[in-house]
């Protein structure tokens, strides 16, 4: 029995760093590839911030563990902003920008501590690991012989890398408290992100100015001072709206979790309205009910009284600010669906892509769809239904496997446990929201699915026990 045990941890290691070196051996490859296509210097600039940053996770990874997620979730935040300023300061907008690797990086600096202890990962975490490999590995087939290696692999490393957080919570040796802490410091990114938005909205900066005109993308708003759809930081309004609305979503579920009070929320939610993105202000309200249904009676009324602060808000306060009438007719618009161009697009849209996947049951791969059309001509970059996106690219059989693997994670976070049953609920009220916005687009690569997979996470930190070197080296 002793030699079986050993046997499976050998294939164990053998296998995750095994997938650790075909990560970053994939890495290289797309990194290499983006470069070829940039001006000599320009590219080196945004290598040098790539080097930057991961060198800087890895050294918070070492000494200051918990502080890397916080920094990971703001690489995945301000990393296009960055990629905007080189563009604009070289007076050349960039496609394929080197700077788009950057999460990437930062993210694989995750493999470090989970190949190393890999024995502490729980039979749970191990399993949802293999699940999503299993599946992914099956798009990466398909799509490298259909797309190429390059557009392919760019397309599993966004998949997979924001996984690896569930994976690196679980060996990380963090305190139970400490998930107040990551969740709180998840709030004031989300502060900081807002402010730059709400500047954003009021005086365009000449970068974003620049970006939003050499990119041609006609559902931003126009590049003026009261008519852009906040983006933010991020890539576009869809992420940003994904990611102020699950960061709004943990503000308003308690109050140990909110930075600045109900001022930073307030932040939040104004910079959120202006990303005009309906899609995220229904799942905010899922998770905001799912969440509701589960708390105690206690905590029902501090949320119902948060509720109406924030209503209230909406009703007095914001129609005195600048670009209230743009976000009022945005809420008009769910009343009058059969009338809006964006509802019906979407209708047919769909009707067109199951069309396709009944044509090709078997998918079209990764690198199909998303930020790798950038990288494969043939691609899809607009995908205005992320369930559909799944089966367009996993097929049937591993579009099933896929949702079998949410659902999966969906009953995981509902077997409660008393100490930690908030983090529970947040975990699946976080699934509820994912599974609304998933109606609207495929977030999951990316900075969407970080923050899903990093709150989900907080159910699978094992709360190690408080000692001397914790204290020194964890809050």
């Known amino acids: 029995m002793e030699n079986v045990v050993k046997l499976l941890d050998i294939t164990r290691v053998i296998l995750l760093k095994g997938i650790s070196i075909i990560a970053v051996l994939l890495m290289v490859l797309i990194i290499g590839y983006l470069a070829a296509m940039h001006d000599y210097f320009a590219g080196l600039w945004q290598l040098s911030i790539v080097m930057a ?68 990962l729980s039979k749970t975490v191990l399993r949802i690991e293999m699940i999503a490999l299993s599946v992914l590995l099956y798009g990466f087939l398909i799509g490298i012989i259909q797309y190429g290696g390059i557009a392919a692999s760019f397309d599993l490393i966004n998949y997979a890398t924001p996984l690896l ?18 969740l709180k410091g998840f709030a004031y990114i989300a502060v900081l992100v807002a402010v730059y938005g709400i500047y954003q909205y009021f005086l365009i900066p000449p970068w974003d100015k620049f970006w939003m005109i050499h990119s041609e993308m006609l559902s931003i708003g126009k590049p003026e001072p009261l008519k852009v759809r906040v983006f933010s930081t991020l890539n576009s309004p869809g992420p940003a709206g994904v990611f102020f609305g699950f960061a709004l979503a943990v503000m308003t579920m308690n109050k140990k979790w909110r930075a600045l009070g109900l001022i930073g929320m307030v932040i939040v939610a104004f910079g959120f309205l202006l990303t005009l993105v309906r899609s995220s202000w229904i799942a905010l309200a899922a998770m905001i009910l799912v969440y509701f249904l589960q708390a105690k009676s206690a905590h029902k009324f501090k949320l119902i009284t948060i509720l109406v602060v924030l209503f209230l808000c909406y009703q007095f306060i914001l129609p005195g600010l600048p670009g209230a009438e743009t976000i009022t007719n945005r809420f008009d618009t769910f009343g009058n669906l059969n009338e809006d161009v964006s509802y019906n697009d979407r209708l047919a849209f769909s009707t067109f892509i199951l069309d396709s996947i009944s044509v090709n049951p078997m998918g079209n791969g990764l690198g199909s769809t998303g930020l790798s059309a950038k990288l494969n001509e043939n ?28 659902i999966y994670l969906t009953v995981l976070a509902l077997k409660r446990e008393k100490q930690s049953s908030q983090y529970y609920h947040l975990a699946f009220a976080s699934m509820a929201g994912a599974a609304v916005l998933l109606m609207s687009n495929n977030f999951l690569p990316g900075s969407g699915g970080a923050c899903l997979w990093f709150l989900v996470s907080m159910i699978f930190l094992r709360g190690e026990k408080e000692n001397h070197e914790n204290l020194l080296r964890h809050p």
Do not use: C
Not at 100 to 120: D, E, G, H, Q, W
Not at 165 to 182: E, G, K
């Open 165 to 182: 957080i569930i994976a690196y919570v679980n060996v990380s040796p963090f305190q139970s408290h400490t998930r107040d802490w990551l």
């Open 379 to 406: 691609a899809m970059q607009v995908f205005d239904n992320g369930f559909l996106n799944i089966f367009y690219t996993f097929g049937l059989p591993g579009g099933l496997a896929f949702l079998g693997f949410l």
């Open 53 to 120: 940053l991961t060198l800087i996770g890895w050294f918070l990874q070492q000494v200051k563990p918990v502080l890397y997620l916080p920094y990971l979730l703001a690489v995945w935040a301000i990393y296009p902003e960055l990629r905007r300023l080189l563009d604009w300061s070289f007076g050349a907008y960039s496609e394929t920008p080197i700077l788009s690797t950057a999460p990437l990086f930062v993210s694989l600096v995750m493999l470090i501590p989970i190949v190393n202890n890999f024995r502490k």
